[in-house]
């Protein structure tokens, strides 16, 4: 056990320390974004984003989360094989949903929108392969390229004037160069090797896997389409300024979740697959208590100082950013705390337990959103989101240990 966490720490720091990097650049460039894009641009940007999130949970149907389970280097050929035909049926979908759009009056923008599904997609995929690879310093290599190469995109693109093609085109090229960290052959053949899996073959894993398509991507789904649906109410209800308000303040201050989380849940989920159930449920509170800890004080700091933080560090037009984070600190801090166990439901096989807990927190909370918009505004919304949230949480967090199954669905000593 205590070689077991010291592996954990280890693999975590390694992921964190490159993940240190990959947020530095967005961090000190973040307030030149702001002074070169107003918040009507990053509105558009944060639509954008919510729609190519619910392409990209379709994007290898889920199949690509199973990649850790794998028990021999074929199945993990015949799954990446699966993995490679799902993306491409889904960037050709979403390439028709572009094109629908235009011929609706949409921006040109939304051309870009399968590029950056195939981009996302294959980055997702080629994660998973990594960390079944234990290839920790690759997945560091690829964060530091992908957001910090995003953020000096943006801000060339700012310096151009380009406008939200500048927003929405850095990243893609970020996450182009991020792949090539990623990209590792099969041992079965090659990249080549993967388009010579049978239908057959294909069929076989995709059945045996069938709880990820089944389960995990409607639950993934469902948060994408929350995040999608929460962007047009606000656009709705106030406009395209207080999106892109609500886009900058989640954008940074989930920024924390997306360094400590991922890295967190790439090292945790592998451990818990193969630890003992006792052992398990020990991993997870102790991780539960140490993510807690560390959230404390974003939240102190969120509640005391948020609109003035905002307003210093990114221009006094974004004071309003500030209060919306103030009225979401409690909602960001235990959103802090969640964003890495999502793994744990798909290591322990509770994945419709999850499916059906994820469906009552998106309704409770688009209800808050939309009751507290109607109410209070944007600062209204906010308010109702951290106060059904905690609820929700809370409830999450007390009832995820009785998960843990007896026995595990993989045997230890694999």
Not at 120 to 127: E, F, M
């Amino acid at each position: 056990m205590a070689a077991s966490r010291t592996g954990l720490l280890r693999a975590t720091f390694t992921l964190l320390a490159g993940g240190l990097l990959a947020q530095l650049l967005p961090l000190l460039f973040g307030p030149w974004l702001t002074r070169l894009y107003p918040p009507e641009q990053f509105g558009h940007y944060t639509l954008f984003l919510a729609v190519l999130a619910n392409f990209v949970v379709l994007a290898c149907a889920r199949y690509d989360f199973a990649l850790p389970l794998a028990r021999d280097e074929t199945e993990a050929r015949d799954l990446m094989a699966l993995c490679v035909r799902v993306l491409l049926w889904v960037t050709l979908i979403s390439a028709f949903g572009a094109l629908a759009a235009l011929t609706m009056g949409a921006s040109m923008f939304w051309l870009w929108l399968p590029v950056a599904v195939a981009i996302a997609g294959a980055g997702q995929w080629l994660t998973q392969w990594s960390v079944r690879a234990g290839r920790f310093t690759a997945l560091s290599g690829s964060r530091v390229t992908q957001y910090g190469g995003a953020a000096l995109a943006q801000v060339a693109g700012g310096l151009a004037q380009a406008g939200i093609a500048g927003l929405i085109i850095g990243p893609l090229l970020a996450g182009s160069l991020a792949l090539a960290w990623l990209r590792k052959p099969s041992p079965h053949g090659g990249w080549s090797g993967l388009r010579t899996v049978s239908r057959s073959a294909l069929r076989t894993i995709a059945l045996k896997h069938r709880d990820f398509p089944l389960f995990n991507t409607p639950h993934a789904f469902a948060g994408a389409l929350q995040d999608t649906l929460a962007v047009a109410l606000l656009i709705a209800f106030t406009g395209e300024a207080a999106a892109g308000f609500w886009g900058l303040a989640l954008r940074y201050l989930k920024a924390p979740a997306t360094l400590i989380g991922g890295a967190v849940s790439q090292v945790l989920y592998p451990r818990l697959v193969h630890a003992t159930p006792a052992d398990a449920r020990a991993i997870l509170l102790q991780i539960m208590s140490i993510l807690a800890l560390t959230a404390l004080p974003l939240v102190v700091l969120l509640l005391a100082f948020g609109p003035a933080l905002f307003a210093s560090v990114f221009g006094e037009p974004w004071r309003e950013a500030g209060t919306l984070a103030r009225a979401l600190a409690p909602y960001i801090g235990l959103h802090f705390v969640a964003a890495p166990l999502g793994v744990v439901t798909l290591a322990w096989g509770a994945q419709a337990w999850a499916l059906r807990l994820a469906l009552v927190g998106q309704v409770m909370f688009l209800g808050a959103l939309t009751l507290g918009l109607y109410i209070g505004g944007v600062i209204g919304g906010a308010w109702a989101v951290s106060v059904s949230m905690t609820l929700y949480f809370g409830w999450f967090f007390w009832h995820l240990p009785a998960q843990c199954p007896r026995p595990l669905p993989i045997d230890k000593e694999l």
